[in-house]
């Protein structure tokens, strides 16, 4: 039992990561129907980010207050990923905007694998140690034995579900999550509505490159290394999670990361750690066949 | 006979191919400020294209449409603006301000902007996911984004956004009364029945404040009441609001109904212009609607032009 609930929440903790840069995914595929395949490197280099700015501050700066320094970090890492995020928009994607349907996307491929070997060149290849922070665990005493939660698994999942709801809100109850969901729908329309739909286009990658970061600062964190070929799984990862929570829906995003997170943790706790990605995919195959639109997906259905 | 004093766009010479095809032929007409207008005509006779020219949607190969807000289209005002190689020239540089617009140099959304012309189209482009007060605000979107400071006053809640803010709903509530869906203000605009649907349509293009409202086919599909329904909101328009409507219809109970001004195309030739018992009457368009025997059929061809 005690195993069980101690797999579940390093379940839901890797889900949260997930469903952060899922998000990312889902609203740039709503908005302009393309899989955004740089997203999971924007999602490395804000670890890199993340991790240069915590040894900046406490190595060099001399902050001495861990708490100061990760909510700086936090701040900048989400300015200045959006910063790239908002970059990539403008450079590779708006300027084929008029282009044939499969154009962005191949650009999309291009600056992965752009931003893949920049990091690569510019910060070396090998795996980089972040500093030790957060250890202290939490020791929930349960049936015969105990649960633990480490500072760094309560401060990802307060994080994460603070940003949510301040993101669901934007989405929900401002006249630019407004926008943004009229342009999801019609384009054409909201332009002739008098929305600016190129700048909620920028906005979109804006928030997307945002939220990533703060998946970035929580991946650096938790696992304590980074790499430069770090953005791929999770990317991968992330977008199966907005495939299986409804590609276009944003609670389906975080459903769908929370999902894959605890199908691949359970599976390596109870079967082969070696096939939790077979797994992962396995089940998103299952639910697809059954559900061809994802969990919360809505369907095409033409009224006739 | 407002649309010869004092009118509100200027169409001139509107040709418009589509390679060998011509689908409209040195059309020219004038809609009248606070008429309402019906462009009306056989199927393929060229009115949705001159719609798509006046709003943007095609660059016409050649002609001139000129839209004044403010006062009446003055030729030689035009001419002086379409030398100088601008777009428009307004009293201020704020979005909404009167001035003389050359539609046919001007993109879509800058129509819909600067020179304030709405439209909907044949099918409902509604946003279906969102509620019907959503709709309505959404419209609205310019003058909210420019009270709000671009954001950042309105993260603040200055009172400035606050304002405009009510004024939106204001605005939003007006229109969901006058379309009575005040009820259903929170349903998915989606889920409303068809006729519902086109009227929310209307009224979310009254939002945007237009001097200009095009409604294509906007009585397509609806039953007799809903016909009646929709009279009384056009109606409504054209007397309230500062609001000149151009539609296009085929259905003669709304056309002979509530315009003042009726434009008859045929193969993208103007055929008959006037008051709709002049229209009625006009034996070309009685002819165009309903042939004519085969030993008139030279006879109306001359008178035609073709």
């Known amino acids: 039992m005690e195993y069980f609930v101690q797999q579940l929440i390093n379940g839901l903790t890797l889900g949260s990561i997930y469903g952060l840069i899922a998000i990312g995914y889902t609203m740039v595929f709503g908005i302009i129907g393309m899989v955004n395949f740089a997203h999971g490197d924007v999602f490395m280099i804000s670890a890199f980010i993340a991790l240069i700015l915590l040894i900046l501050l406490t190595q060099f700066l001399g902050v001495t207050s861990i708490g100061l320094a990760l909510l700086i970090v936090l701040v900048a890492g989400m300015f200045l990923t959006a910063l790239w995020s908002w970059v990539i928009e403008r450079i590779a994607y708006r300027p084929l905007a008029g282009s044939f349907r499969l154009a962005p996307l191949i650009s999309a491929i291009g600056m992965a694998i752009f931003l893949l070997n920049f990091v690569q060149v510019t910060q070396g290849p090998r795996n980089k140690a972040s500093p030790s922070i957060l250890n202290n665990v939490m020791t929930i005493p349960m049936g015969n034995g105990s649960v633990t939660i480490s500072e760094r698994q309560a401060l990802i999942f307060i994080v994460t579900a603070i940003l949510l709801l301040a993101f669901w809100a934007i989405v929900q109850k401002t006249k630019l999550g407004r926008a943004q969901r009229a342009c999801e729908q019609d384009r054409r329309m909201a332009a002739l509505l008098g929305i600016n739909v190129d700048r909620t286009i920028s906005l979109t990658f804006v928030i997307g490159g945002a939220l990533a970061s703060v998946a970035g600062l929580m991946f650096m964190s938790y696992y304590g290394v980074v790499s430069f070929s770090d953005g791929f799984t999770p990317g991968v990862k992330a977008f199966t999670a907005a495939v299986l929570g409804g590609i276009g829906s944003l609670p389906g995003a975080v459903i769908g990361g929370l999902l894959i997170g605890l199908i691949e943790t359970m599976w390596s706790a109870y079967f082969s750690i070696d096939y939790k990605d077979v797994a992962a995919f396995s089940i998103l195959a299952i639910v697809l066949i059954f559900m061809p639109s994802g969990l919360l997906g809505r369907p095409d259905v033409e009224k006739v | ?306």
């Open chain 2, 1 to 306: 006979m407002r649309w010869v004093r004092d009118p509100l766009l200027v169409v001139e010479g509107l040709t418009m191919r589509f390679g060998g095809l011509t689908a409209v032929r040195d059309l020219s007409f004038s809609v009248g400020r606070g008429d309402i207008t019906a462009l009306i005509g056989p199927n393929g006779a060229g009115k949705t294209t001159v719609f798509n020219c006046i709003t943007g949607f095609y660059k016409p190969t050649s002609g001139l449409m000129a839209l004044s807000t403010g006062g009446p289209v003055r030729l030689d005002e035009v001419a002086a603006l379409a030398s100088t190689g601008h777009r428009y020239k307004c009293v201020d540089d704020q979005i909404g301000a009167d001035g003389v617009f050359l539609l046919e140099r001007m993109p879509d959304f800058e129509i819909a902007r600067r020179a304030r012309v709405a439209r909907t189209f044949q099918n409902i482009r509604l946003f279906s996911g969102m509620t019907v007060l959503e709709n309505l605000i959404v419209a609205q979107h310019t003058p909210l984004m420019r009270a709000s400071g671009w954001t950042i006053k309105g993260l603040f809640g200055a009172p400035q956004y606050r304002q405009a803010e009510a004024a939106a709903m204001k605005r939003a509530r007006y229109w969901l009364e006058h379309i009575e869906l005040t009820h259903r203000a929170d349903d998915a605009a989606g889920s409303l029945p068809y006729g519902d649907q086109r009227r929310l349509e209307i009224a979310r293009a009254m939002c945007t404040d237009p001097v200009l409202l095009c409604l294509d086919e906007p009585a397509a599909g609806l039953n007799p009441r809903e016909s009646l329904e929709l009279n009384t909101l056009l109606r409504t328009i054209r007397d309230h609001h500062a609001t000149s409507i151009l539609l296009i219809e085929h259905d003669m109970s709304v056309v002979m109904e509530i315009s003042d001004h009726v434009v008859v195309l045929e193969y993208g030739l103007r055929i008959s212009d006037g008051t709709p018992e002049s229209v009625r009457n006009d034996p070309k368009v009685i002819a165009a609607y309903l042939g004519v025997d085969d030993d008139e059929v030279a006879q109306v061809e001359a008178e035609v032009g073709l």
